[in-house]
């Protein structure tokens, strides 16, 4: 990141924006040419609006994207906004005007635009009264990534009454996942020991033999590693699926 009170730069060299090392203008202009255009075609790649049910869908798009452009600092708070005047040695001098302030406002502009183009209306009240990136992307955090406690009691509730019931392997584990990351969110991680334990006791009765193996494994799955066993049972022992709702083939005796 750029030195913000850099003021020992030769004639004729302004600072780069923030997130770039000291350049020339010359230089400078294609990167803030090529940071823009990347932020005017964010729909490209941030396909999901943010509803206030898929917040952590969301945010899985935005942090990449941003990352990649060199930007995530600007939103996360880690870059800051530089001051608008840099100090003078002298207290009778005036102070001189910090060309990185400029830059740095007009880059948060951008990034400030594409992120309330990402809204869905049922949450654009998430940008009220906000006029930097950072402002909502800590309001949609604070009321779609909420750390209460009756938040995290709720998500605790549903991992420990999972059941598969009609639902796929993969839709099974994959609800389970996405509930395991809502209560890291929420500041509340659970063991993979403990995720295994609800996992296992929602699956559904065909799967019985195969949890009484993997519970004698000395280290625990994650549940991605779980999914791969599932299917693989699956495609050694299809006669073991039995359509829910239907009764069991049934047996021919000689």
Same mark, same amino acid.
């Given at each position: ?41 964010? *729909? *490209?790649?941030?396909? !999901? ?19 990649? +452009? ?36 007009? /880059?948060? %502009? ?5 992120? !309330? ?40 509730? %549903?991992?420990?009454?999972?059941? +598969? ?29 403990? /995720? ?22 000395? +280290?625990?799955?994650? !549940? ?31």
């Amino acid at each position: 990141m750029a030195n913000q009170n850099d003021s020992t730069l030769p004639a004729g060299t302004t600072t780069s924006p923030v997130g770039y090392s000291n350049r020339s203008t010359q230089v400078v202009a294609p990167a803030n040419r090529r940071t823009s255009t990347m932020l005017q075609q964010a *729909h *490209h790649y941030v396909s !999901i609006k943010l509803t206030a049910t898929n917040y952590l869908f969301w945010r899985a798009q935005l942090v990449p994207f941003l990352g990649g +452009q060199n930007l995530y600092g600007c939103v996360d708070g880690t870059n800051a906004c530089p001051p608008e005047f840099l100090g003078s040695s002298t207290s009778t001098a005036s102070p001189t005007v910090n060309s990185l302030h400029a830059d740095w406002v007009q /880059q948060d %502009q951008s990034i400030l635009s594409m992120l !309330i183009s990402s809204l869905a209306e049922e949450v654009l009240y998430l940008a009220i009264g906000h006029s930097t990136s950072r402002g909502v992307w800590v309001a949609t955090e604070t009321a779609l990534g909420s750390t209460s406690r009756s938040r995290t009691l709720s998500l605790l509730t %549903q991992l420990q009454g999972l059941h +598969q019931g009609d639902s796929s392997t993969s839709e099974y584990l994959g609800l389970a996942q996405i509930l395991v990351e809502q209560l890291a969110q929420a500041r509340c991680s659970i063991g993979l020991d403990e /995720q295994n334990l609800h996992v296992f006791w929602g699956l559904r009765p065909e799967f019985r033999s195969l949890v009484a193996s993997l519970t004698t494994k000395i +280290q625990p799955l994650t !549940i991605l590693e779980v999914a791969d066993l599932l299917n693989t049972h699956h495609y050694l022992f299809p006669e073991d699926a039995v359509p829910t709702g239907l009764p069991p083939p049934a047996v021919m005796v000689a």
